[in-house]
């Protein structure tokens, strides 16, 4: 049974849980394990059965409301989820992942103070653990309080150096606040680490747009196009260094070769729009409006490039 979850084919490891459970009814693992491949299949309700139903053994209750808090929060039952993790903390209060867990469930209804307090709590526990204070800032930037978030990023950043989704967030919130001084600081600091990592050295050339030093955003958007050749995202940033700089043929020549590649997401598609606009190519910024108006009929800032 443990192979087949191991390989993915949980399917097939579900008869040999029920042999066990057969010889011996009273095998929390195996039900827990049970649990867990319908959970996976997304068959809810057996699963909810056999984890009640090893709740009821009374032993290992942890892992098991484990499980169960899983399965809840695959289901959309987030109430039922921050009750089994609570179940988990009010039994092993020194549980880190658990606390990340209600912290994670409670974001997700958008009670953020009670995300930060629960990450604040696996805190007290490991004051070092990235993932929390990472999670932590994302609580606070919702709650829009950038100081703190921008504080536990960097909190994450000192526990884990040169993780990504941290600097970036970091970054991105620095520019937000027009700190372009300290987003530089940190990026630096970064490729330093990482001096091949693409996306590192495109964030930096993100910052030196927003401090209006386009030809040096120009090459090191080159750079990172050199180390991640066919990235649409980069090659779009680099067509915007070239706008700024009035050179509108060559914008218009990099943005169409990352149409060609494929536009992925509506935030690539409105930075096409907006070159080609730039560049008075109205028929290839409307073909992509199109788009967008279809996904998106009311936002104003794709409403306000076709009135344009």
């Known amino acids: 049974g443990s192979l087949y979850v191991k390989s993915g084919e949980d399917d097939k490891a579900i008869p040999y849980y029920e042999s066990i459970l057969t010889l011996s009814p009273h095998d929390v693992d195996a039900m827990n394990s049970l649990g867990g491949c319908y959970r996976r299949l997304k068959e809810y309700e057996k699963g909810i059965t056999v984890l009640e139903r090893a709740l009821d053994e009374n032993q ?12 809840y929060k695959d289901m959309g039952n987030l ?7 609570e179940s988990v903390v009010a039994e092993n209060p020194t549980d880190v992942l658990a606390y990340n867990h209600l912290g994670f469930i409670y974001a997700a209804k958008k009670n953020y103070p009670k995300a930060v307090m629960a990450y604040r709590r696996g805190l007290q526990t490991d004051p070092n653990h990235p993932i929390l204070h990472y999670n932590l800032g994302h609580a606070y930037e919702s709650e829009r309080n950038y100081n703190e978030a921008i504080k536990c990023y960097e ?5 884990k150096p040169g993780w990504i989704d941290a600097i970036r967030d970091v970054v991105q919130l620095l520019l937000k606040q027009q700190n372009t001084k300290r987003a530089m600081e940190i990026v630096q600091k970064s490729v330093q680490l990482y001096p091949a990592n693409a996306e590192l050295i495109a964030l930096a050339g993100n910052v030196q747009l927003k401090r209006y030093d386009f030809v040096a ?4 958007f080159e750079k990172a196009n050199r180390l991640k050749s066919n990235d649409p995202a980069i090659l779009l940033k680099l067509s915007e260094s070239l706008e700024k700089q009035f050179l509108p043929g060559d914008a218009v020549s990099w943005a169409k070769e990352a149409r060609v590649l494929g536009l992925s997401d509506n935030s690539l598609k409105k930075r096409y729009v907006h070159i080609m606009l730039s560049a008075e190519e109205m028929d290839r910024a409307k073909s992509i409006l199109d788009e967008l108006i279809s996904d998106s009929p009311s936002d104003a800032g794709v409403l306000d490039a076709m009135a344009q």
Do not use: E, S
């Open 217 to 220: 955003a120009q090459n090191t």
């Open 60 to 71: 290992k209750t942890a892992m098991i409301n484990y499980t169960l808090g899983f399965t």
């Open 155 to 159: 909190l994450a950043l000192k526990a």
């Open 79 to 85: 109430d039922d989820a921050i009750d089994c993790f």
